[in-house]
């Protein structure tokens, strides 16, 4: 009976068995060695939501401080602090807020060409219900924070 899986060969001079190429990359001696990600998934969940919550600390200036250089070029720190509270005008006590997707945006208009990834919170507060999205670019140690936008979740009729 012959199997559909390649059979192991043997060095005749050191009789050590000896599998086919592939299995050499499968190996765990091969294995990629994964040392920390600065730019993962969990760390740019992690960047946008202290991002939010030195909004919710109405700490505009910290903000913006954080914020990657491509973000401070284009908003002047006045104007981030003024974009700020016209956008967090009082909706009340923060009640709840979780990140339900992230997305990747390639190429965006306006922006340095590359990936970058926006990060959107469904957030509750006392007097209103919204979406946050966090706009990040990959940075040498991590994401930057390059944009933040906060929209009705239910527009009026």
């Known amino acids: 009976m012959s199997s559909v899986y390649p059979q192991p060969h043997t ?6 068995p000896r599998t086919h190429a592939f299995a050499s ?4 001696r091969n294995a990629p ?6 730019n993962s ?3 740019a969940v992690a960047c946008a939501t202290h991002w939010v919550r030195l909004s919710d600390d109405r700490r505009p200036d910290a903000m913006w401080l954080e914020a990657g250089a491509l973000m401070q070029k284009r908003v002047p720190r006045q104007e981030w602090t003024r974009y700020l509270r016209r956008i967090r005008l009082d909706r009340g006590a923060l009640v709840s807020r979780e990140w339900c997707e992230v997305a990747r945006v390639r190429d ?3 922006l340095p060409p590359g990936d970058y990834l926006n990060v959107i919170f469904v957030t ?4 209103a219900a919204l979406f946050e ?6 940075g040498g140690s991590g994401w930057l924070p390059v944009g933040y936008i906060i929209r009705p979740m239910h527009q009026p009729l």
């Open 11 to 16: 060095i005749p001079a050191a009789g050590v």
């Open 25 to 28: 990359l499968l190996s765990i």
């Open 33 to 38: 060695r994964l040392g920390p990600q600065p």
């Open 133 to 138: 999205t966090v706009s990040l670019a990959p």
């Open 108 to 110: 965006p208009v306006g």
């Open 41 to 43: 998934l969990d760390n």
């Open 124 to 127: 509750h507060y006392a007097r």
